[in-house]
């Protein structure tokens, strides 16, 4: 007995400790062996499945189905958003066993799961036996057995080969999305719940559980949770944002069941839920399992499905719904340090984005405000770019006393430091001495947003309008103004103010300096610039190349085989060049995974969701989401330099009609008629250098050419690209 | 005595050491260009070493219209009426990368092709039947060269444009032909065949000038980091020197001698290069 307890002490202490830790979260990753679906390519695939399959298709339409979907999936599982052997894909294995392990174990034998990291509510199976589930929708569930009829809905589609019918269907649509993947006809959609709760029901889950699946579908939109957001959330000793600043309305939920589907996929919840009934009533012996995995397994993995929604979020630059999830996470893990962080990254993104003039693009609409989170963006769209970045710095500020020696804190703090420094807009001499509360006593008001109260009998007109301005005398109090009281700590602060003037300084320097360059002749200035060019000189001797996208295409087509082959061109073009150059490069890609195993395929995971958070927005210096991850790579690899590359190519001769002339003169057509023909070859490379030491995009070039793409022809340009990049 | 083909050039050595010397400058002074340069794996600097070919298509047909001025070729010692079909030449061109797609060179060539003489007739001979005169052409020319916005010279596809000089000498060797003599004596109209070897007279006919517009099409394949092959189009827009000039410089000889004169000569040669526009061209390209 004593030995049997201390086995069940230390499996169940195994158990839990092989599980993440909410307080020091970090982002879901892949574990184990690399599955053949990420590591075959796609060239190969293809081959093995032309002639299997017995699908009904003439030989090019099923050359045509196969590389669609097998570059499609493929670039899916590529994105860095797939993750294969985590807890979150081995617990929807776990409920694939449970549904299919007793009366279709074949079937099971075919499949494999996989998680996508995407706040999307959705999943999808592919016609090779693969199954996807979105972090997205195992947030948005509340049971078990609701992600089991999604699953089984899912498996449906497989087994009855609805795939290939959905092809011949839409007639060779690009289907390069999660949304595209997953597109049926309605009539499938059908076929494919009858068929899905057939599974649930022989596995012995609840009937009660059915209906309610299409509820969690219906308003996935919304957060995971509906909670009010208290107008109070921002407030603490140091920070006082006034009602006036949030909604004094309540926006409604719009969904409906019986919505206009003619231009949908999917029938509308309405036709699902009556047709699920029927299908319903044909079952007698309904079992009563919700959680045949345990409520406390479900509750975890859905815990770790929402943790990762912050950071898909954020990758998203949505900081309006990041802020909103944040808040939900708090009240059951208060402690969590990645929550802290990820508040402070959500603020200086909010900041950024404001000032930079496009915080809409990281907020809903008015007309698409919902729900209670629309407080949330409320209140974001309200605050103007002063009382924005004060929110920013006073939110970082005080996650900073939390974890005062957290690196990525720091690092966020420095950051939020340098933006307002190099805000016109923001001037910490305007900030109080006196926090909201001592300033509206010391004003006579009490702390309920009344309007300022000054005594005038003294002052003549212009110092009235002086002392209006002067917010740091407490006796004149505008509530409208709250942001100048929010400071009070970091007006004295040495290290605040330290880093804030060393900013300031600098771009000082740099104005005086251009100033002075207006001033000196073409020829001083040309001389000055050389010099510039000399002392700013950027060396790139190593740097990270992460996996480039390569298209090429054919007849207004993408020609996948053909992108597959420029790419492998242009990795050994520019490993080549660099070779020549003396430059290390450490490529990461799919060609490598074999070697690289897991951890190369995590690192490409990690840099390529770093390229997609630069490109949100090309205007902003974002801090990388996955900023302990990255120092993890930096060190890897020795280097804070990473490469990040778009292909394009096509072969389209252009010819022009003023060379009509040339029918006058017959020999000059002899040399002109092939030059179009020469230069039909358009292959345009864009090429970006970001430095995670300094945050910064370090360089970045666009670069087109019209010459064949042969492999001396690619390498000499490759040279010259590398070349331009070192000076 | 017979001049050879050098030795004109020789005289206008002073002339062509000038240019030669303006050229080097204004390569050299390309050496610093402000802006930033490349070149191709770091080389900046080309040669092309080419072959030209000719199709006289043209000048042949000129030449069969105009029933005067039959060509003729020898064919082991005897002539036989033929045109040539090919001519060939060769040529080097230095190029030096300034900016990406832009470069200046310099090119120098040599090629060979035959003219249908113009001769002039003694008081008793006629209907002269001669071999088509070997003529060698050194060309000298400055040009630049051009690609698209985003070229990488050498490679790829590019323009030429030059402006230059050709100097032309006929060869000198024995040509053979046969005339019609008159019988002295009887002054009848009696022709008589007469074969003649080495019967023109080089003495006054010296090198003749001309000034060429080039332009060229090239297209530049890379064969490794130092080597490209090359072909493409070249035209040539030929001015000859105004023939009034040299009009009546006949000097007649006592010899029996058929001479080529300065104005046979140069016409002869200006009614090959006015039909001689296009060429094809061929060579690798060395990179340093």
Same mark, same amino acid.
């Given at each position: 007995m004593k030995i049997f307890s201390i086995l069940f002490f230390v499996s169940f202490s195994f158990i839990t400790l092989s599980q993440q830790d909410f307080n020091n979260f970090q982002t879901l990753k892949s574990i184990g062996q690399i599955p053949k679906d990420f590591s075959n390519l796609t060239v190969d695939k293809i081959k093995e499945d032309l002639g299997n399959g017995n699908r009904d298709l003439s030989k090019s339409q099923e050359k045509i189905f196969l590389e669609g979907i097998h570059y499609g999936i493929d670039q899916l599982l590529h994105s860095g958003m797939v993750i294969y052997g985590d807890e979150i894909s081995n617990y929807v294995s776990q409920i694939a066993d449970k549904l299919l392990n007793k009366n279709y174990p074949e079937l099971r034998s075919k499949l494999r799961f996989y998680t996508i990291k995407s706040n999307e509510s959705n999943a999808l199976s592919t016609d090779?036996?693969?199954?996807?589930?979105?972090?997205?929708?195992?947030?948005?569930?509340?049971?078990?057995? !609701?992600?089991?009829?999604?699953?089984?809905? &899912? =498996?449906?589609?497989?087994? *009855?080969?609805?795939?290939? @019918?959905?092809?011949?269907?839409?007639?060779?649509?690009?289907?390069?999305?999660?949304?595209?993947?997953?597109?049926?006809?309605?009539?499938?959609?059908?076929?494919?719940?009858?068929?899905?709760?057939?599974?649930?029901?022989?596995?012995?889950?609840?009937?009660?559980?059915?209906?309610?699946?299409?509820?969690?579908?219906?308003?996935?939109?919304?957060?995971?949770?509906?909670?009010?957001?208290?107008?109070?959330?921002?407030?603490?000793?140091?920070?006082?944002?006034?009602? !006036?600043?949030?909604?004094?309305?309540?926006? &409604? =939920?719009?969904?409906?069941? *019986?919505?206009?589907?003619? @231009?949908?996929?999917?029938?509308?919840?309405?036709?699902?839920?009556?047709?699920?009934?029927?299908?319903?009533?044909?079952?007698r012996n309904w079992g009563k399992e919700i959680f045949l995995l345990g409520e406390s397994k479900f509750t975890y993995i859905r815990n770790l499905c929402r943790f990762e929604s912050i950071r898909t979020d954020i990758l998203d630059a949505s900081y309006g719904d990041a802020l909103y999830s944040i808040f939900l996470l708090e009240k059951d893990f208060p402690n969590s340090v990645y929550l802290k962080r990820l508040k402070a990254q959500t603020w200086l993104g909010i900041a950024q984005y404001k000032s930079n003039g496009s915080i809409n693009e990281t907020i809903d609409r008015n007309s698409e405000l919902e729900g209670e989170i629309a407080a949330v963006h409320f209140v974001i769209k309200k605050l103007n770019l002063e009382a924005t970045l004060t929110m920013a710095i006073r939110q970082i500020q005080d996650v900073k006393y939390q974890l005062p020696s957290d690196d990525e804190i720091n690092a966020i703090?420095?950051?939020?430091?340098?933006?307002?420094?190099?805000?016109?807009?923001?001037?910490?001499?305007?900030?109080?001495?006196?926090?909201?509360?001592?300033?509206?006593?010391?004003?006579?008001?009490?702390?309920?947003?009344?309007?300022?109260?000054?005594?005038?009998?003294?002052?003549?007109?212009?110092?009235?309008?002086?002392?209006?301005?002067?917010y740091t005398d407490p006796s004149v109090f505008d509530s409208t103004k709250f942001y100048y009281y929010a400071l009070t700590d970091l007006i004295d602060d040495s290290i605040f103010k330290k880093a804030y003037y060393d900013v300031k300084d600098s771009i000082s320097e740099e104005e005086k300096a251009q100033e002075k360059y207006e001033g000196l002749s073409s020829s001083e200035q040309r001389k000055y610039k050389l010099e510039q060019q000399e002392l700013n000189k950027k060396t790139l001797n190593e740097f990270i190349l992460v996996e480039p996208s390569a298209i090429s295409y054919k007849k207004n087509r993408v020609d996948y085989e053909a992108s597959e082959r420029m790419k492998s061109k242009y990795e050994t073009a520019i490993n080549n060049a660099g070779v020549t150059l003396g430059i290390s490069i450490y490529t990461i890609n799919s060609g490598k995974l074999n070697e690289l195993g897991t951890v190369g395929f995590n690192e490409r995971s990690v840099l390529t969701n770093l390229f997609l958070q630069y490109s949100q927005n090309n205007d902003i210096d974002v801090f990388p989401v996955d900023y302990s991850v990255l120092k993890e790579i930096e060190n890897n690899y020795g280097t804070t330099k990473i490469v990040f590359t778009i292909v394009e190519h096509a072969y389209r001769p252009q010819f022009s009609s003023s060379s009509l002339w040339l029918i006058f003169y017959p020999p000059a057509l002899l040399g002109y008629i092939p030059i179009p023909f020469m230069k039909g070859n358009q292959t345009e490379l864009n090429l970006l250098v970001l430095d995670t030491k300094t945050g910064k995009i370090e360089n970045s070039i666009s670069y087109n050419f019209s010459e064949p793409m042969t492999k001396l022809i690619l390498e000499a340009r490759m040279y010259d690209i590398l070349k331009i990049l070192n000076n | 005595m017979p001049t050879r083909w050098y030795d004109n050039l020789k005289k206008n050595y002073l002339n062509m050491k000038s240019l030669i010397i303006n050229l080097l400058i204004f390569s050299f002074l390309s050496f610093f260009s402000f802006s930033q340069v490349n070149g191709y794996f770091g080389k900046k600097n080309f040669l092309d070493v080419n072959v030209n070919l000719h199709l006289p298509l043209l000048y042949n047909?000129?030449?069969?219209?105009?029933?005067?001025?039959?060509?003729?070729l020898n064919k082991n010692g005897v002539l036989e009426q033929k045109m040539p079909k090919i001519n060939t030449g060769f040529n080097f061109s230095y190029l030096r990368v300034i900016q990406r797609n832009i470069g200046l060179g310099l090119e120098m060539g040599l090629s060979n092709f035959r003219v249908v003489p113009n001769i002039g007739n003694s008081d008793f001979y006629t209907n002269a039947v001669i071999e088509m005169i070997g003529v060698r052409k050194f060309s000298i020319l400055p040009k630049i060269e051009f690609s698209y916005e985003d070229a990488l010279l050498p490679i790829g596809i590019s323009n030429?444009?030059?402006?230059?000089?050709?100097?032309?000498?006929?060869?000198?060797?024995?040509?053979?032909?046969?005339?019609?003599?008159?019988?002295?004596?009887?002054?009848?109209s009696d022709l008589v065949s007469v074969s003649k070897d080495n019967y023109y007279n080089f003495e006054t006919a010296e090198s003749v000038k001309s000034y060429t517009i080039l332009y060229k099409l090239t297209m530049r394949i890379p064969i490794n980091k130092y080597l490209l092959c090359n072909f493409g189009f070249r035209y040539t827009f030929n001015f000859m020197p105004n023939l009034n000039d040299i009009i009546g410089t006949i000097s007649s000889s006592s010899s029996e001698d058929y001479v080529l004169d300065q104005e046979s000569f140069t016409r002869s040669i200006k009614n090959k290069e006015n039909r001689s526009l296009i060429m094809f061209e061929t060579g690798i390209t060395f990179s340093f």
């Amino acid at each position: 007995m004593k030995i049997f307890s201390i086995l069940f002490f230390v499996s169940f202490s195994f158990i839990t400790l092989s599980q993440q830790d909410f307080n020091n979260f970090q982002t879901l990753k892949s574990i184990g062996q690399i599955p053949k679906d990420f590591s075959n390519l796609t060239v190969d695939k293809i081959k093995e499945d032309l002639g299997n399959g017995n699908r009904d298709l003439s030989k090019s339409q099923e050359k045509i189905f196969l590389e669609g979907i097998h570059y499609g999936i493929d670039q899916l599982l590529h994105s860095g958003m797939v993750i294969y052997g985590d807890e979150i894909s081995n617990y929807v294995s776990q409920i694939a066993d449970k549904l299919l392990n007793k009366n279709y174990p074949e079937l099971r034998s075919k499949l494999r799961f996989y998680t996508i990291k995407s706040n999307e509510s959705n999943a999808l199976s592919t016609d090779q036996g693969i199954v996807f589930v979105t972090t997205g929708l195992i947030s948005q569930l509340t049971s078990e057995a !609701q992600l089991a009829f999604v699953l089984a809905h &899912e =498996i449906a589609h497989y087994k *009855d080969k609805h795939v290939v @019918e959905g092809f011949e269907y839409r007639n060779h649509k690009n289907r390069n999305t999660i949304k595209q993947l997953s597109v049926y006809s309605k009539e499938k959609e059908f076929i494919a719940d009858k068929i899905g709760i057939e599974i649930y029901q022989a596995a012995g889950y609840a009937e009660s559980q059915l209906l309610p699946s299409f509820d969690v579908l219906m308003y996935s939109y919304l957060p995971f949770e509906e909670l009010v957001f208290p107008n109070s959330y921002f407030n603490s000793d140091l920070v006082y944002v006034p009602n !006036q600043f949030f909604p004094n309305k309540k926006y &409604e =939920i719009q969904a409906i069941e *019986d919505y206009d589907d003619s @231009e949908s996929s999917h029938p509308n919840v309405k036709k699902r839920k009556e047709e699920a009934k029927k299908n319903i009533n044909e079952y007698r012996n309904w079992g009563k399992e919700i959680f045949l995995l345990g409520e406390s397994k479900f509750t975890y993995i859905r815990n770790l499905c929402r943790f990762e929604s912050i950071r898909t979020d954020i990758l998203d630059a949505s900081y309006g719904d990041a802020l909103y999830s944040i808040f939900l996470l708090e009240k059951d893990f208060p402690n969590s340090v990645y929550l802290k962080r990820l508040k402070a990254q959500t603020w200086l993104g909010i900041a950024q984005y404001k000032s930079n003039g496009s915080i809409n693009e990281t907020i809903d609409r008015n007309s698409e405000l919902e729900g209670e989170i629309a407080a949330v963006h409320f209140v974001i769209k309200k605050l103007n770019l002063e009382a924005t970045l004060t929110m920013a710095i006073r939110q970082i500020q005080d996650v900073k006393y939390q974890l005062p020696s957290d690196d990525e804190i720091n690092a966020i703090w420095l950051k939020m430091v340098q933006l307002l420094a190099s805000n016109n807009k923001f001037n910490i001499k305007n900030y109080s001495t006196f926090n909201f509360d001592q300033a509206s006593k010391e004003n006579g008001n009490i702390v309920n947003d009344s309007l300022q109260k000054e005594n005038s009998e003294s002052l003549n007109k212009y110092e009235r309008i002086k002392r209006k301005k002067n917010y740091t005398d407490p006796s004149v109090f505008d509530s409208t103004k709250f942001y100048y009281y929010a400071l009070t700590d970091l007006i004295d602060d040495s290290i605040f103010k330290k880093a804030y003037y060393d900013v300031k300084d600098s771009i000082s320097e740099e104005e005086k300096a251009q100033e002075k360059y207006e001033g000196l002749s073409s020829s001083e200035q040309r001389k000055y610039k050389l010099e510039q060019q000399e002392l700013n000189k950027k060396t790139l001797n190593e740097f990270i190349l992460v996996e480039p996208s390569a298209i090429s295409y054919k007849k207004n087509r993408v020609d996948y085989e053909a992108s597959e082959r420029m790419k492998s061109k242009y990795e050994t073009a520019i490993n080549n060049a660099g070779v020549t150059l003396g430059i290390s490069i450490y490529t990461i890609n799919s060609g490598k995974l074999n070697e690289l195993g897991t951890v190369g395929f995590n690192e490409r995971s990690v840099l390529t969701n770093l390229f997609l958070q630069y490109s949100q927005n090309n205007d902003i210096d974002v801090f990388p989401v996955d900023y302990s991850v990255l120092k993890e790579i930096e060190n890897n690899y020795g280097t804070t330099k990473i490469v990040f590359t778009i292909v394009e190519h096509a072969y389209r001769p252009q010819f022009s009609s003023s060379s009509l002339w040339l029918i006058f003169y017959p020999p000059a057509l002899l040399g002109y008629i092939p030059i179009p023909f020469m230069k039909g070859n358009q292959t345009e490379l864009n090429l970006l250098v970001l430095d995670t030491k300094t945050g910064k995009i370090e360089n970045s070039i666009s670069y087109n050419f019209s010459e064949p793409m042969t492999k001396l022809i690619l390498e000499a340009r490759m040279y010259d690209i590398l070349k331009i990049l070192n000076n | 005595m017979p001049t050879r083909w050098y030795d004109n050039l020789k005289k206008n050595y002073l002339n062509m050491k000038s240019l030669i010397i303006n050229l080097l400058i204004f390569s050299f002074l390309s050496f610093f260009s402000f802006s930033q340069v490349n070149g191709y794996f770091g080389k900046k600097n080309f040669l092309d070493v080419n072959v030209n070919l000719h199709l006289p298509l043209l000048y042949n047909f000129n030449n069969q219209l105009s029933f005067s001025s039959l060509g003729y070729l020898n064919k082991n010692g005897v002539l036989e009426q033929k045109m040539p079909k090919i001519n060939t030449g060769f040529n080097f061109s230095y190029l030096r990368v300034i900016q990406r797609n832009i470069g200046l060179g310099l090119e120098m060539g040599l090629s060979n092709f035959r003219v249908v003489p113009n001769i002039g007739n003694s008081d008793f001979y006629t209907n002269a039947v001669i071999e088509m005169i070997g003529v060698r052409k050194f060309s000298i020319l400055p040009k630049i060269e051009f690609s698209y916005e985003d070229a990488l010279l050498p490679i790829g596809i590019s323009n030429q444009i030059g402006v230059g000089v050709n100097y032309f000498s006929a060869i000198e060797r024995g040509y053979i032909g046969s005339v019609s003599k008159y019988n002295e004596s009887s002054y009848s109209s009696d022709l008589v065949s007469v074969s003649k070897d080495n019967y023109y007279n080089f003495e006054t006919a010296e090198s003749v000038k001309s000034y060429t517009i080039l332009y060229k099409l090239t297209m530049r394949i890379p064969i490794n980091k130092y080597l490209l092959c090359n072909f493409g189009f070249r035209y040539t827009f030929n001015f000859m020197p105004n023939l009034n000039d040299i009009i009546g410089t006949i000097s007649s000889s006592s010899s029996e001698d058929y001479v080529l004169d300065q104005e046979s000569f140069t016409r002869s040669i200006k009614n090959k290069e006015n039909r001689s526009l296009i060429m094809f061209e061929t060579g690798i390209t060395f990179s340093f």
